[in-house]
């Protein structure tokens, strides 16, 4: 038996997507997209919709960005439609390479938005956003095919479950941390196209990260690195913070250094508690994950260097 919806799960999501739209309703089985990522030059916008346009493609949607004028970096993000997408992607895919990708020295990938990227979740003992991204998927504002749930708790079992999602407890110490990332990996590697650590309170080694096989997203309070470690809630109380807030990010070696998808504040003053500080301090952190793993879904967040771009 599913929840009665959460008090938390309020506006859409659409309405804080990017200025490129939503692909809501749902877009119809024939519904591709293509992202391209490459030096900037001339041609590269004709080239790509000449090909389409040859291929039997319409283009619904189109976003693109570059970094500068001059010699910068460019990203496109392209929606089209094509008749039996399914039986075309691959044909699709091979003739870019051929007709458009090796002559720019592009990096592309084509999807299909009727493949919902698989994904797990990894959390600790905090519920707020696992059960913001249950609540989103079961609700259809958030297109994705959540696989499995990852704890090194076993508190959050029956939430998971409750929305049909396999729970798997697997305890962390310092003494099995290996242990369990192996343990971790079997499940993953392979199996899943994003792992999301909806509060994980625990660091994932750089080897885990290397091995895992697909991008691994992040949230964490914005207080970082200023009020790192336990109780930062309370360290910001006691400094006096106006702004409270979080950050989504790419998981890398470099601890909480990764791309930056997404943040997001909200105004406090002296008169909040510590409680009402991690209260509003939550709402915040499952605003801003649910925003990043729904652009990232959306093939909307391309990397370059160690900064994002969302189309």
Aim: hydrophobic share 40%; aromatic share 8%; with cysteine.
């Amino acid at each position: 038996m599913v929840p009665e919806q959460p008090a938390f799960a309020d506006a859409p999501l659409a309405a804080l997507a990017p200025t490129g739209g939503v692909e809501t309703p749902p877009m119809p089985r024939d519904i591709g997209r293509l992202t391209i990522q490459c030096a900037d030059q001339p041609g590269i916008v004709a080239a790509v919709a000449g090909f389409l346009a040859e291929h039997g493609a319409n283009i619904v949607e189109l976003g693109q960005f570059s970094t500068d004028s001059e010699n910068g970096e460019f990203f496109q993000r392209t929606v089209f439609h094509r008749e039996n997408l399914a039986d075309r992607l691959s044909e699709l895919d091979r003739d870019f390479e051929a007709e458009v990708g090796r002559r720019f020295g592009m990096s592309y990938t084509f999807t299909s938005a009727a493949s919902p990227k698989r994904v797990a979740i990894m959390v600790s003992k905090y519920d707020h956003c696992l059960l913001e991204l249950l609540w989103r998927n079961k609700s259809g504002d958030l297109d994705m095919d959540i696989t499995l749930v990852i704890s090194n708790h076993d508190d959050l079992r029956a939430d998971a479950e409750s929305f049909g999602v396999p729970f798997v407890h697997i305890p962390v110490s310092k003494a099995t941390k290996a242990a369990a990332e192996a343990e971790q990996l079997e499940l993953l590697t392979g199996k899943v196209d994003l792992v999301v650590m909806a509060r994980y309170m625990q660091i994932l080694s750089a080897d885990f990260l290397a091995n895992v096989g697909c991008p691994v997203i992040n949230i964490h309070h914005s207080f970082l690195p200023a009020f790192a470690g336990a109780g930062p809630y309370l360290k910001a109380k006691e400094r006096g913070v106006k702004l409270i807030g979080a950050t989504a990010h790419y998981a890398t070696a470099n601890l909480d250094e990764g791309p930056i998808i997404e943040q997001d504040v909200v105004r406090v003053s002296h008169r909040e508690s510590v409680g009402e500080l991690e209260r509003r301090g939550a709402e915040v952190e499952r605003s801003v994950l649910a925003r990043a793993v729904q652009w990232h879904c959306e093939d909307r967040v391309m990397t370059y260097r160690n900064s994002t771009t969302i189309l």
